[in-house]
């Protein structure tokens, strides 16, 4: 039985102004490693979007000097791959899709912060289902 994840705020909202959803407990994602994209003071790059992995842009992500496909066992961090969900930052995946490589977002699972950096027809575009 999967467990539900420690959540940083409770009251977070997602894009569409609903409960924030988990994005990946497998593997666990969020900035405070709890599978939500969840966002706080500590923060700075704003990890919001809850994205699935495609191998375009992991290929890009690497480009711009962020690997996340390599496994990092000292950080406990699995490495990606395609089909994977990832909390990113939202930054990144504005140059993502600047760039085209953006991948698809999860809007449930997408913090209502994220809307600072990428309109939500832009995101609704993007979008898969939960």
Not at 38 to 56: I, K, L, R, S, Y
Request: glycine letters at 8%; one cysteine or more; charged letters at 20%.
């Amino acid at each position: 039985m999967a467990t539900r994840p420690i959540r940083y705020d409770a009251d977070a909202r997602n894009v569409l102004g609903q409960e924030l959803v988990p994005c990946s407990l497998d593997p666990v994602t969020g900035f405070f490693r709890n599978g939500c994209c969840e966002t706080g003071p500590h923060d700075v790059g704003m990890h919001t979007v809850c994205a699935v992995m495609t191998a375009e842009f992991l290929a890009f992500s690497r480009s711009m000097g962020n690997d996340l496909s390599t496994p990092r066992p000292d950080l406990g961090f699995p490495g990606l791959n395609p089909g994977d969900r990832w909390c990113l930052c939202a930054p990144r995946w504005k140059e993502a899709l600047d760039a085209g490589a953006a991948p698809k977002v999860v809007l449930e699972s997408t913090h209502e912060e994220t809307l600072a950096i990428v309109a939500l027809g832009v995101l609704k575009d993007y979008a898969v289902e939960a």
